[in-house]
């Protein structure tokens, strides 16, 4: 994970990104609608976990929800902070979503 977050601070993100993380590249940039172009129509869980939490962060909560349950993940009850952590962790393999 911090390989990723050290990331952040390049100019583009890593070539051959899975599309899930690409977009949490550009949330974490601030470009929100390139990160939702990016998983809006991916067809993955991971896209569609990472869509929810998109909208989750801009307070868009009923979009949230439908996300979560197309991605077969829970709604989200923990912090923005924790919820981040979770799905970059479960993207890179390091935790089981």
């Keep these: 994970m911090a390989d990723f977050r050290a990331s952040l601070t390049d100019a583009a993100p890593a070539p051959g990104l899975q599309p899930p993380l690409a977009a949490l590249w550009w949330a974490a940039k601030g470009d929100w609608d390139r ?3 990016i998983v809006q129509d991916e ?8 869509h929810a939490y998109l909208h989750r962060v801009e307070g868009d ?5 439908y996300w979560y349950r197309q991605a077969g993940q829970p709604v989200a009850k ?6 981040w952590e979770r799905i970059v962790s479960a993207l890179l393999g390091g935790a089981k979503a």
């Design 61 to 65: 909560l009923g979009n949230a929800g």
């Design 78 to 83: 923990d912090s923005l902070e924790a919820e």
């Design 43 to 50: 067809g993955s869980a991971e896209a569609a976990w990472v």
């Design 35 to 37: 990160a939702h172009r």
